[in-house]
């Protein structure tokens, strides 16, 4: 009889909060520090939460990408990800609620690689059935275009 992986698991964490700025999160073996700049009354020893936000996105696509390519059989060669990010500050500000905190976001995937531009095109179509993370920015509402481009 074969074992069947859980598709729906539940991810746990217990946070510790030493200040109003900062949070310790265990996560597998790690200590991940979300923080505040030292002009806000943070220790600037991680990112704030919302940069932890779009590196995710930035990240997620990295990893969801090369899992596609590999499966696509496309080497991405070297790869580099510009962001671009618009955020509204004023619900962080505490000025208003915002419906969509994240209006726009635009991630340009450079490759630098033999694969064809059409090759690169059917991995980001992969990718962004697959990436978790982006799929949370467009629930919520964000305008997300995702760029694969050939450097080369």
């Not at 265990?26 to 943070?42: A, F, Q």
Request: hydrophobic share 40%; glycine share 6%.
């Amino acid at each position: 009889m074969a074992i069947k992986a859980k598709t729906v698991v539940t991810y746990r964490a217990t946070a510790q909060c030493p200040t109003h700025a900062r949070t310790e999160i265990p996560v597998r073996n790690l200590d991940v520090i979300i923080d505040e700049p030292e002009e806000r009354g943070g220790t600037n020893l991680g990112p704030t939460p919302t940069e932890a936000a779009m590196t995710a996105l930035i990240a997620c696509t990295n990893v969801i990408g090369h899992k596609n390519a590999k499966r696509l059989g496309v080497d991405l060669g070297q790869v580099t990800i510009d962001a671009a990010c618009q955020f509204d500050r004023r619900g962080v500000l505490m000025q208003e609620e915002i419906d969509v905190p994240f209006p726009a976001v635009t991630l340009t995937v450079n490759c630098d690689t033999e694969a064809s531009l059409e090759e690169l095109e059917a991995v980001g179509v992969e990718t962004a059935k697959y990436c978790a993370i982006a799929k949370l920015f467009e629930g919520a509402g964000t305008d997300l275009t995702v760029n694969w481009v050939k450097a080369n």
